[in-house]
């Protein structure tokens, strides 16, 4: 199987991830810098939702937007958590799928566009968002992964329908489906460069499951299915409740890879304590395949400037700006000047290199910082309340804003307080944090206050 950039120089470090339970393998970098729109498919307003939804005997508008929100939560963060955990540098812009559209996506200069998963059916989307989507998908030239609800998005896009796993229509089998859940094998049907490295049993944090090569062992969580494969592509990996577990359209101007299961699943859980329904990760195939994916997007970006660029040499010559270098140094264009003999080249030309963007050092002793703290609440609860197993966030922004726009993500019932009691010119005129939280929330807001030597009180938790 072919790799885009095996050569070794393209390895620049690796990372380790770890986990309070376990420690998880390096992971080799070997892309550098590269940019991914993120596509919240979940429901996120109740404008999204289509009359069909509304008719359903069970609507409740508050509870199933706070349902969505909750899972997008926990969705998107694993989608960026692969892509920052495979590139050296990358660049994430996460829309929701109402937003999608040629302009935005060209805008960002994405190298690669990645879809998540849903919950609830399409019908009970706003049908003019669908077809938007539709439009943008069937006409994008930016590579696109779709993943689970994504995956059945661009087969209903191209064609398709979607139907139960028992070959009814959604509209026929709304609750009790059959569903395809937790770990199952997959049986790939074709050579491709997305298996690249599939076969290298080495990990250690792969199990000896089994010994075929032609098996992949990834996390499913679905009871909807494509009942066909769209026209134009290509049938990569079949299933035994779901035939068609993996496809992939590849041509001269797109290429777009849609997988039934979920492969983002890669890094969850290894950098916070587990909860009651969390499990170990042991999808290192999803890993591998996810990687994959950017680094055959950062090879069909290269080919495609190449046609586009003017030439007056041989198709011989072009062809050698898809070779593992030029996809490496494709992928650091916009952070290093290209060299003179390339820069003045006529074989390939980009409008889009940028320079190196001056924000970087910041961002990154941002990320750092938010690190720190991170790390400071987790000894905190540590020390103070070994039992409780928190799901901890460290965000930056306006304190009153991220704290409700948590709340609408995650669905929180209560939110703690703990004022500084130090007024200033500012929360004079404007408010304080607390009363912003308080006018803006729909939650229960508890306010605790600090005793006079600057210790928080105790509260037992029978008080709460």
Known sequence: MSNAVQDESVVA??????SPITVAPSVDRRIDAIRVVIVNNLLHEPEDLSEVARRDPSFDERAWIKQERYISGLALPNIEKNVKNLAIRPE??????????PEIVAEFDADAVVLS?????????RPDMIEGFANFVRTTEVPVLGICGGHQLVGQSFGSSIITLDKRLPSERRTNRLVEYQYRYVKILKDDPIFDRIDDRSDSRHTDRHSRTDILRVWQNHGLMIDRLPEGFEQ????????????VKRTDRQLIYTVQFHIEKSFEDWDRPKSFWDHHVESRD??????????????????LEARHAPCSRSQKCCARWTSPARVRAHSRRRWLPLPPTTRNSTCYTSSKVRPPPTAAPTTTRVEAGKEALRQRLAALVEETTPDLKPHLLVSDGDPAEEILRMEEIFGIDLIVLAPHGRPTLGKIIFGSVSDKVSRGSRAHLLIVKNRPDGELPELDADEL
């Open 117 to 125: 998963g849903t919950l609830r059916d399409f019908d009970y989307y």
């Open 286 to 303: 999803g890993r591998i395949i996810f990687e994959n994916f950017l680094v055959e997007a950062l090879k069909h970006r290269v080919a």
């Open 236 to 247: 990569l990996a079949c299933g035994y409740l779901c035939p068609l577990q993996m496809m």
């Open 13 to 18: 470090h690796a990372s380790v991830i770890a």
């Open 92 to 101: 994430v812009l996460t829309l929701h799928l109402s937003q999608v559209n």
